[in-house]
């Protein structure tokens, strides 16, 4: 802390950063922006996280929804009658599902309502319901927020490449019941004949209706080993051939037209020349399935081979029949519409950014808080130092020798208890000060009286004024003994505020005590008419050894009746008593109680505190002579707390005061021998 380079020059403040508005207003500042940092992120993660599972659960149910549209369009004409499908796949996803021509023209909406006209649609559609054409689209390629989903085949695979065809657009390789229920019995047949040879299998009913084997396990190659014939069920039944004749006049045509040579298609869509022997393909084209398959977990990866034929003309053939599967297709299939999946209120579904603008609603926010933060910081911190800065300037001016001032105390708390402390000690300070003050001049006062009686006495005999003579000799030594005394007195009290004055405890009776106190100041009471006696209280028990210093327990019990005898009118009476108290009369400790009562002029209640104070007399107008040094009562309290006892004092004016010395048996402590 900066100090003042001389007494009295300007009081420099301390720099903010040491201060403690300034330390305060650091920490509040600092937790604020921890705060604020750790909620924004517990909120960003807990709001990206619900929101990613709810965009999860939207997804894999707008999934489903365009799945039910593809397998509705794949096996429909047209879209007449989808109004139904669309209002039941709305209930269940709790979406709302529009599906439009591409022109936008509303096919089915599960929004409509007779009553008031449907919500306006997003500017980008969710995705395209088109069979011959399934393509998957990505969330990213939306800049309204609409959710997009791509379309699965029945087995739950993406498809790609140049297979674009839903499978279950089947046209006309679709089979009439007759053939199917052929197959079917051909395909229950070869079933029972491979359980027959150990060898699990289920029959599985393609789109088209052709049914087909499914083995189940991962060794398909041990049905090449059985006895079972499944050729029938790969041989092309009447329908399909018709179907594979103008299918493969239609790719003819479009091979044709690009200058290569026919090709020959095969049931699976492989093809051959009139050259091969074997079908080739140098990229599959899979629609119709083998008449034995194993599950598609159990597959083996498939690997790229070389082409049998040119690359190049193995991409025109299978481009041609992609082209010749859709020309063929168009009249079996809806035709292609615009999906819209929203919220029931006609919004999209709800997508998480953090676009500038909501960072800078973020910012803005915490920026807020923090400046409330600050504000309210420097209105508390300020208000917390004013009246530090208060008791700091108060204690400098005390330190320069100023007039102690008062502290104003603002309020009950922390503070202002200690606003209060300094004004007690302040007051305290500016008391002792006082009494330091009239100390010095009592002391010059007393002394200078016995000195300058000693001092007119030998001028006088000087002078030949006064005789030498014993009278004169008996004054002096009258003088000698009261400025012997006042010496005393106060290297008593020096002692004991130095800490040297020593004790030397032994077991002491009380009652011996009393008595020869009594005899001391008999002679004293006589001269005055007070009656001075010791009694025995009633109702308690025989006053135990004491352990103390009996010289100095003397000085201090002397001193009481000395005061009680000059302070009590003639006719009047002093009484010494002792007794016990202990934990079995309401007392926490048991004590030696030792009381010096008198019947004198009693202590007014504001004089009370004041008592055991040094120089100070009840009555400001009595001297040395008649009223004392003032300096007893100090001592007798300092001979006591050097004992670990207590002095007090109960007075009545008019009636007479009772001074209380409350001493431990045990006595002093013997680790502290000295006051």
């Given amino acids: 802390m900066p100090r003042r380079a001389e007494r009295g020059g300007p009081r420099l403040r301390l720099p903010l950063r040491k201060s403690l508005l300034g330390r305060l207003l650091a920490v509040s500042a600092l937790v604020a922006a921890c705060s604020v940092a750790a909620t924004a992120w517990l909120a960003v993660q807990t709001t990206s996280g619900a929101i990613e599972q709810e965009q999860g659960r939207n997804l894999a149910a707008d999934t489903r ?252 053939i299978a481009s041609c029949v992609g082209i010749a599967r859709q020309e063929q297709l168009s009249s079996y299939v809806a035709s292609p519409a615009l999906l819209f999946i929203g919220d029931p209120g006609g919004g999209a579904v709800p997508g998480f950014e953090l676009s500038p603008a909501n960072t800078a609603k973020i910012t803005g926010v915490a920026a807020l808080v923090l400046a409330l933060t600050v504000g309210a910081s420097i209105l508390a911190g300020v208000r917390l130092v004013r009246p530090l800065h208060a008791l700091t300037g108060a204690a400098q001016r005390m330190r320069d020798g100023e007039e102690p001032s008062h502290v104003v105390v603002a309020a009950d708390n922390e503070i202002g208890r200690l606003a209060a402390a300094f004004n007690d000690m302040s007051a305290h300070r500016a008391r002792l000060e006082e009494q330091r003050k009239v100390m010095v001049s009592d002391v010059a006062h007393e002394l200078r009286t016995p000195l300058s009686n000693i001092r007119g006495w030998l001028e006088g005999a000087e002078d030949g004024i006064a005789d030498v003579d014993e009278m004169f000799v008996s004054s002096l030594l009258e003088e000698a003994v009261q400025l012997q005394h006042i010496i005393d007195d106060l290297q008593d009290l020096s002692a004991a505020d130095a800490g040297v004055l020593r004790l030397h405890p032994e077991p002491v009776r009380i009652e011996e005590l009393l008595a020869h106190a009594v005899a001391a100041h008999q002679a004293q009471a006589d001269a005055a008419g007070v009656r001075l006696t010791v009694t025995a209280p009633e109702g308690h028990e025989p006053v135990p050894e004491l352990t103390a210093d009996p010289v100095r327990l003397r000085q201090a019990i002397g001193n009481l009746v000395s005061n009680a005898v000059r302070h009590t009118p003639a006719g009047g009476r002093v009484t010494l008593r002792a007794y016990v108290t202990g934990p079995g009369s309401g007392e926490a400790h048991e004590e030696v109680v030792l009381e010096v009562a008198d019947t004198g002029r009693g202590i007014a209640p504001e004089d009370l505190p004041y008592v055991f104070d040094r120089f100070w007399r009840a009555e400001k107008s009595r001297s040395r002579r008649t009223g004392g040094s003032g300096l007893g009562l100090a001592i007798v309290r300092k001979l006591v707390e050097a004992h670990g006892g207590t002095a007090g004092v109960v007075s009545t004016v008019g009636q007479g005061s009772v001074f209380t010395l409350r001493m431990p048996p045990a006595g002093p402590d013997p680790m502290n021998m000295t006051v």
Avoid at 177 to 198: F, I, K, Q, W, Y
Avoid at 262 to 289: F, G, I, K, N
Wanted: hydrophobic share 35%; proline share 10%; glycine share 6%.
């Fill in 65 to 316: 929804v365009l799945d039910a549209l593809l397998a509705y369009a794949a096996g429909h004409p047209s879209w007449d009658g989808v109004g139904a499908t669309v209002k039941e796949l709305a209930d269940a996803s709790d979406r709302r599902i529009t599906l439009t021509t591409q022109s936008r023209q509303i096919l089915a909406d599960s929004a409509a309502s007779s009553t008031s006209p449907p919500p306006a649609l997003p500017p980008q559609a969710s995705a395209v319901v088109d069979p011959l054409s399934v393509t998957a689209t990505s969330e990213a390629d939306s800049d309204s927020g609409s959710v997009t989903v791509a379309a699965p085949g029945t087995d739950g695979a993406q498809r790609s490449g140049n297979d674009r065809v839903d499978p279950r657009a089947v046209g006309p390789f679709r089979l009439p019941e007759a053939e199917r229920t052929s197959l079917r019995r051909t395909a229950d047949e070869a079933v029972r004949c491979l359980s027959r040879s150990g060898i699990a299998s289920d029959v599985v009913e393609g789109p088209s209706g052709r049914p087909r084997i499914q083995v189940v396990g991962n060794d398909p190659d041990r049905m090449r080993g059985s006895r079972c014939s499944t050729d029938a069920l790969d041989s092309p039944t009447a329908t399909e051939t018709k179907a594979l004749t103008a299918l493969n006049e239609l790719v003819n045509a479009c091979l044709d037209r690009q200058g290569r040579e026919a090709v020959q298609l095969d049931l699976d869509l492989s093809w051959r020349t009139d050259e091969e022997p074997a079908a080739a393909t140098a990229t599959p084209v899979p629609t119709p399935v083998p008449s034995v398959s194993v599950p598609r977990e159990t597959l083996p990866t498939e690997v790229a081979t070389p082409a049998p034929l040119d690359s190049e003309n193995d991409r025109d």
